[in-house]
């Protein structure tokens, strides 16, 4: 089992930045992959971008070039640095964790972004 907890969602105008952060209830160093996943309405959640223990990284095609993932093993937390943000960023942002590769999915409670002028 594990928690986390994301914070930094916001509102922030278009073309504007944002960094969330995930923190976990246990050392990061034990979990394979964390993630971020988003869901905007009447869409289904979708990958936003994921990092594996070792650094590989894995983004959607649209936010690539815009969006980087970064973990930190020593405090336990996972950050997307957000650039250029769009309308369509629009959504509830949530971390994700897989302690192996192939494992269950453990879910932040997520946190808005709304990017509007």
């Known amino acids: 089992q594990v928690q986390l907890v994301e914070s930094g969602g916001t509102l922030v105008q278009p073309g504007g930045s944002l960094r969330l952060a995930c923190a976990a209830s246990t050392s990061s160093d034990s979990i394979y992959w964390m993630g971020w996943y988003r869901q905007a309405p009447g869409n289904e959640r979708e990958l936003v971008a994921r990092?594996?223990?070792?650094?590989?990284?894995v983004y959607a095609d649209s936010v690539k070039g815009r969006f980087t993932i970064s973990r930190d093993n020593a405090k336990n937390t996972v950050h997307l640095q957000m650039n250029s943000l769009k309308p369509e960023d629009t959504a509830v942002y949530y971390c994700?964790?897989?302690?192996?590769?192939?494992?269950?999915?453990?879910w932040g409670q997520g946190t808005q972004v709304t990017v509007s002028s």
């Open positions: 990092i594996s223990t070792n650094g590989n990284t």
């Open positions: 994700n964790a897989q302690l192996v590769r192939f494992g269950p999915h453990y």
